[in-house]
């Protein structure tokens, strides 16, 4: 029996387990180790999960012990089990590995990908902070219109109590606040269900889909950062960044994505100069010539732009997006410069507690704050870092409604941002071509 170390961050990893090696007896997990997302670490992943082979349930540690782990647990496999992590990276963690003595592998979708009852429609990326958020809204707005009911399953973000949210509904406002989501959720879940949509999360994604196979026609899978889908899609739209042309040819797994798409969408053109939308064309090419190419824009509104001009204006950013996402700034910051922000405010020397972290860890921010909330530690320095900045105007560039759980002492704006396609093939046209070959909406529901 082989012994196999997980390294994850909350998502993958556990998902790798349940479909691969729990009933598996060629294997014993003998352990979890976790990154990216901060107080993850340092629980068991539980026995109500891991099966009756683990008794004991299996412990999650600091990815920074992986060495020492191989050696003290005699590991025989590290599974890398995360998404967005640049290929020098990855072979970075690979030669960790490799030098303390063990394989080093990557699970594919042949081991990995669920099958549903039900046609399946998924959005991944290159790059986290790419627009598969709008993508995905986009596309459940368009099914409805043509008479379908969708269920969207959104990329797992347990960062609580793990048997507790092995299975996770949502349906309104008040789910989340019963089941005490972080931001990071908030930011994925709240427009869909504003726009009348269920989402379902949480650990086990069988019982998940089998769930949201029930509650709908067709099935959604709501990528996350840029990680491939758990569920095999019968068509599958990934998004590319005009910000950050290459990217999908140095970043995984995105150039998995890409390499798998049915049509990529290159989003964020106007925001970038042309030559940046050819190198991406052109890439696609040599990686996948058989897909279509739908070029897009993020259309970025305020309701109050008055409020923001000739006002000195915190910019708060998503938080993910900026960073193991990589990007400097984001919608806020875009906003607050297009109508003439008379100062946009360093958040830096007025951050608390682990805010003060963030911006130690990730160098490249620019003068922007990212809605950090992993915890209601860190929603309450989130809070106080807000409240503390020497600023007139906060500019909201997260899709969660803050003040709905944060109290912001100034005068604040949401900016909002939607994707639209500017090429002649758009989302609605390849969708009803899926939807003519796949079936009609009365043979899809029997």
Do not use: W
Not at 4 to 17: E, M, Q, Y
Not at 37 to 57: D, H, M, Q, T, W
Not at 105 to 120: A, F, H, I, Q, Y
Request: hydrophobic content about 40%.
């Amino acid at each position: 029996m082989r012994k196999v170390i997980i390294l994850g961050a909350a998502g993958r990893d556990f998902h790798n387990f349940l479909t691969f090696y729990k009933n598996n007896p060629e294997y014993e997990v003998v352990a979890f180790t976790a990154t990216q997302i901060p107080g993850i670490e340092k629980r068991v992943f539980p026995l109500e999960l891991a099966g009756s082979r683990y008794p004991n349930g299996i412990p999650i540690y600091p990815e920074e012990k992986l060495a020492d782990l191989v050696r003290e647990l005699q590991a025989d496999d590290v599974v890398f089990s995360y998404s967005d992590v640049s290929h020098v990276d990855l072979m970075h963690k690979a030669s960790i590995a490799l030098a303390s003595g063990a394989s080093f592998e990557l699970l594919g979708p042949n081991d990995t990908m669920l099958r549903s009852k039900k046609p399946v429609i998924a959005v991944c990326a290159v790059r986290t902070g790419a627009g598969k958020s709008p993508t995905v809204r986009k596309i459940s707005l368009t099914l409805r219109e043509m008479g379908f009911i969708a269920s969207i399953i959104r990329h797992p973000m347990p960062y609580g109590d793990l048997a507790k949210e092995a299975v996770q509904e949502f349906r309104t406002f008040e789910d989340l606040e019963k089941q005490k989501v972080t931001i990071e959720e908030r930011e994925e879940y709240e427009a869909h269900i504003a726009n009348g949509f269920s989402v379902y999360a949480g650990v086990d994604y069988a019982r998940i889909l089998s769930l949201a196979e029930t509650n709908s026609d067709i099935v959604i899978f709501d990528g996350g950062n840029n990680d491939f889908s758990f569920v095999k899609p019968d068509l599958l739209f990934v998004v590319a960044d005009a910000l950050r042309p290459g990217h999908e040819l140095s970043y995984h797994p995105g150039e998995t994505n890409i390499r798998m798409a049915d049509y990529i969408i290159i989003d964020k053109v106007d925001a970038a100069p042309k030559d940046n939308t050819e190198q991406i064309k052109a890439d696609i090419k040599q990686l996948n010539p058989r897909a279509k190419v739908i070029l897009a824009n993020l259309r970025d509104y305020v309701e109050n732009p008055k409020l923001v001009a000739g006002h000195r204006v915190l910019c708060i950013e998503d938080g993910p997006t900026l960073t193991h996402g990589g990007l400097p700034t984001g919608a806020a910051y875009k906003i607050a410069t297009q109508f003439g922000a008379s100062e946009i405010v360093d958040p830096r020397k007025y951050a608390v507690g682990s805010l003060n972290e963030v911006f130690n860890k990730f160098s490249h921010l620019g003068k922007v704050l990212p809605a950090m909330g992993y915890s209601d530690k860190q929603m309450k320095e989130l809070e106080e870092t807000i409240n503390n900045t020497d600023c007139d105007v906060v500019l909201i560039g997260t899709p969660v409604d803050l003040g709905r759980f944060i109290k912001i002492k100034k005068p604040s704006d949401r900016v909002r941002y939607e994707i639209e396609e500017i090429s002649d093939l758009t989302l609605r046209k390849a969708i009803s071509d899926f939807i003519q070959v796949r079936a009609s909406p009365t043979v899809l529901r029997k």
